[in-house]
């Protein structure tokens, strides 16, 4: 983005119309540090290892007892 502004009091206070570009910079911002998609990542991770971890760790059960 070429320009990246917080909104703050002062702005809002001074009269300041957001623009299309502060809106495309708040979106990337929140869709970069969202912690769902932190969550999403580490949820696949640990879904996968015991899934497949599984049968290693316990291999005279079956997979679904």
Do not use: H
Request: glycine residues 4%; hydrophobic residues 45%.
């Amino acid at each position: 983005m070429s320009r990246a502004r917080i909104f703050s009091k002062k702005t809002m206070l001074a009269g300041e119309v957001a623009t299309v570009d502060d809106c495309r910079y708040l979106v990337s911002w929140y869709r970069e540090t969202s912690l769902i998609n932190t969550y999403l990542i580490l949820g696949e991770f640990f879904f996968f290892f015991f899934f497949f971890s599984q049968e290693y760790f316990q291999p005279n059960l079956p997979l679904f007892p």
